[in-house]
C-alpha cells in the first residue's frame, strides 16, 4: 500500500515565476491537506480540501491556491514567487469518516522549492 | 487560536540517556495532541497522539507522552534513547472537523532537534 506521494522532489524557480506541486494521497483516503515547512520551522497549515472544494485556509495569501480532482489527487499552485516561499511543502492525507473518530493525517516526504 | 510551544530548540544527550522533550499548548477546548519525528530530508512521521481517556499514551520506537490538563502541556519522554532516534520532533494540537468528524488543521511548534551522543 502505497503511502502519499509527491512530485517532483526538489524544484528550483525564480523570483516571480508560477510553480504546481502535486500529491496523491494513500489509498482510501480522500481528504488531503497542505502546509509549508520554512527552514528551522514547524509546518503551517495552507489549506484543506475535501471532494474537491477548499474547506479550510490557513493564513496564506490568494498567491497560494490548490485543486483536488475527482480521484482525490490535488495540486498546489503559487503564483509569483517570493524569495520567502522557499521551504519544504508537505502534502497530508486522511480518510473522512462517518464515525465520530478522529482520522490521522499520513504525511507525504515533501517537495523542496528553492526561488531564487 | 491554537497555539504550541516547544521552549528546547536543541537537546543533546548520551545514548541510553532518558530524555524529555517539552510542549505546551494553547487550545480553548480539548486538544487533539500529537508528537511527530522528522528525520532528515523525510516527511513526519507520527510518534503517538491523545484524544482523550488515559492521559498517558504509549506511542512506537518506545516513546511515550503524559497529557497534563492543569498545565496544559504534553511531554514526550523515552527511558532510553538510542543512537537512531537523532531527529526533530515536533508537537502539534489538532481541531476536530464539526461536519466531517475528522481533523481538521495541525498547528505545530517549532521544534526541537534531538542529537544523540554515543
Known amino acids: 500500500d502505497a503511502g502519499v506521494t509527491q512530485s517532483p522532489t526538489h524544484l528550483i524557480k525564480t523570483r516571480g515565476q508560477q510553480v504546481t506541486l502535486r500529491c496523491s494521497p494513500k489509498s482510501g483516503h480522500d481528504t488531503v491537506s497542505w502546509y509549508q515547512q520554512a527552514l528551522g520551522q514547524g509546518p503551517q497549515f495552507i489549506f484543506q480540501?475535501?471532494?474537491?472544494?477548499?474547506?479550510q485556509r490557513g493564513n496564506f495569501p490568494d498567491r497560494f491556491s490548490g485543486h483536488q480532482f475527482p480521484n482525490y489527487s490535488s495540486e498546489l499552485n503559487v503564483n509569483a514567487l517570493l524569495l520567502g516561499d522557499s521551504a519544504l511543502y508537505l502534502c497530508?492525507?486522511?480518510?473522512?469518516?462517518?464515525?465520530?473518530?478522529?482520522?490521522?493525517?499520513?504525511f507525504g516526504p515533501g517537495t523542496r522549492l528553492t526561488v531564487l | 487560536a491554537q497555539s504550541v510551544t516547544q521552549p528546547d530548540i536543541h537537546i543533546t544527550v548520551s545514548e541510553g540517556a532518558s530524555l524529555e522533550l517539552r510542549c505546551n499548548y494553547s487550545y480553548g477546548a480539548t486538544p487533539y495532541l500529537f508528537w511527530y519525528v522528522q528525520s532528515p530530508g523525510q516527511g513526519l512521521q507520527l510518534l503517538l497522539k491523545y484524544f482523550s481517556g488515559d492521559t498517558l499514551v504509549q506511542g512506537i520506537k518506545g516513546f511515550e507522552a503524559e497529557f497534563k490538563r492543569s498545565q496544559s502541556s504534553f511531554n514526550l519522554r523515552k527511558p532510553s534513547v538510542h543512537w537512531s532516534d537523532a531527529a526533530e520532533y515536533f508537537c502539534a494540537v489538532g481541531a476536530r472537523d464539526i461536519l466531517t468528524g475528522g481533523g481538521n488543521k495541525l498547528t505545530f511548534g517549532t521544534g526541537t532537534q534531538l542529537k544523540v551522543e554515543l
Open positions: 480540501y475535501y471532494e474537491e472544494e477548499e474547506r
Open positions: 497530508a492525507s486522511r480518510a473522512a469518516e462517518a464515525q465520530a473518530q478522529y482520522n490521522e493525517q499520513f
